[in-house]
């Protein structure tokens, strides 16, 4: 009888124990997406800011007058993923395609794989000419022309120390010709084409770009 209480109760204490550290893991993952989140909502308002600024904004002046703020989707943790970053063992020059100028050169620097809805996705990583603390992914997918931009948008990433990054859609946002003709942006590379809907981050700025 002893034997059998001390087994119950050693039972129903380890899922006490079970239950808390279930807890306590569901609240870093709450604040770890409630951090990101915040920290997307930051950088909109920087981004706003910057288009306000007549020193700052790629605007054209029309557009200046009247702006109210970029158009978003709403914030979606699921599109905030763990990915897997392959460096590239001997980076090399890709012309990359512009809009309305001669071929850039930018540094392919890997890529990136990851799983989206039970699909595995891979998309090619690059380096800025004039940046250093991060790589670019110039993309696009099933909402260009429709919702977004229709000649793609990019995201980006901090340069990684290994093998893992957080790839965030809801930091993904348009090109400078999406707001104006005066400008000149990359074109997304056929291969970084996602055959989804990625319904998050920058959408279209206005049906005339």
């Given at each position: 009888m002893c034997l059998a209480f001390y087994v119950l109760y050693h039972y129903y204490k380890m899922k006490q124990v079970i239950l808390v550290l279930l807890l306590?893991?569901?609240?870093?993952?709450?604040?770890?997406?409630?951090?990101?989140?915040?920290?997307?909502?930051?950088?909109?308002?920087?981004?706003n800011k910057e288009f306000q600024d007549p020193n700052k904004s790629p605007l054209d002046p029309a557009d200046k007058k009247k702006f109210a703020g970029l158009n978003y989707f709403p914030i979606d943790g699921d599109y905030r993923m763990t990915a897997r970053f392959v460096?590239?063992?001997?980076?090399?020059?890709?012309?990359?395609?512009?809009?309305?100028?001669?071929?850039?050169?930018?540094t392919t620097v890997g890529y990136v794989t990851f799983e989206f809805h039970g699909i595995e996705y891979k998309l090619s990583a690059y380096k800025k000419p004039e940046g250093d603390d991060a790589y670019f992914i110039p993309f696009?997918?099933?909402?260009?022309?429709?919702?977004?931009?229709?000649?793609?948008?990019y995201v980006e990433f901090p340069v990684p120390t290994g093998d893992q990054i957080i790839l965030d859609f809801n930091g993904a946002y348009n090109p400078y010709c999406a707001y104006s003709r005066r400008f000149s942006c990359p074109i997304p590379p056929p291969e970084n084409h996602l055959g989804v809907a990625i319904s998050a981050g920058e959408k279209k700025f206005k049906e005339s770009h």
């Amino acid at each position: 009888m002893c034997l059998a209480f001390y087994v119950l109760y050693h039972y129903y204490k380890m899922k006490q124990v079970i239950l808390v550290l279930l807890l306590l893991f569901m609240s870093i993952a709450s604040y770890s997406q409630d951090e990101a989140a915040q920290a997307v909502i930051a950088r909109r308002e920087k981004v706003n800011k910057e288009f306000q600024d007549p020193n700052k904004s790629p605007l054209d002046p029309a557009d200046k007058k009247k702006f109210a703020g970029l158009n978003y989707f709403p914030i979606d943790g699921d599109y905030r993923m763990t990915a897997r970053f392959v460096k590239t063992e001997r980076p090399s020059i890709f012309k990359m395609k512009m809009t309305a100028s001669p071929k850039m050169e930018y540094t392919t620097v890997g890529y990136v794989t990851f799983e989206f809805h039970g699909i595995e996705y891979k998309l090619s990583a690059y380096k800025k000419p004039e940046g250093d603390d991060a790589y670019f992914i110039p993309f696009t997918d099933a909402t260009n022309g429709k919702e977004t931009y229709e000649s793609g948008r990019y995201v980006e990433f901090p340069v990684p120390t290994g093998d893992q990054i957080i790839l965030d859609f809801n930091g993904a946002y348009n090109p400078y010709c999406a707001y104006s003709r005066r400008f000149s942006c990359p074109i997304p590379p056929p291969e970084n084409h996602l055959g989804v809907a990625i319904s998050a981050g920058e959408k279209k700025f206005k049906e005339s770009h």
